[in-house]
């Protein structure tokens, strides 16, 4: 098991920002992608942005320009900066992460070996 916990969820206005952690212990090491998924009530899990060992970064389409997915290696942390945010933005975002896959087989995948609990963003208008 590799212990994946988020945290920085909250509620805000439409056009707020918010920026999410995801700390992934002592594994953001070797080869390795960590992904931002999010899922809303009674809705599939949508990819939101991955990110892999070398700093290549995948992001979808309704998060372009808005959302920004950064880590900082020596925190074993991946973080995902939210602006412009938008009430269907509200969801449970969860971090997963895989190892041996660049982040383009990562993100086609559209799955994780190993994922955390999730936090909770809301998005009022």
């Known amino acids: 098991q590799v212990p994946l916990v988020e945290s920085g969820g909250g509620s805000v206005q439409s056009g707020g920002s918010l920026r999410l952690s995801c700390e992934a212990s002592n594994y953001l090491t070797g080869s390795y992608s960590v992904g931002w998924f999010r899922q809303a009530p009674d809705q599939q899990r949508e990819r939101v942005a991955a990110?892999?060992?070398?700093?290549?970064?995948m992001y979808g389409d309704s998060v372009k320009g808005r959302f920004t997915i950064s880590q900082d290696v020596a925190k074993h942390t991946v973080y995902l900066q939210m602006n412009s945010l938008k009430p269907e933005d509200t969801a449970t975002y969860y971090c997963g992460i895989s190892f041996g896959l660049p982040v383009a087989n990562f993100w086609s995948r559209n799955d994780a070996e190993y994922w955390g609990k999730g936090t909770l963003v809301t998005i009022s208008s």
């Open positions: 990110i892999d060992g070398y700093g290549r970064t």
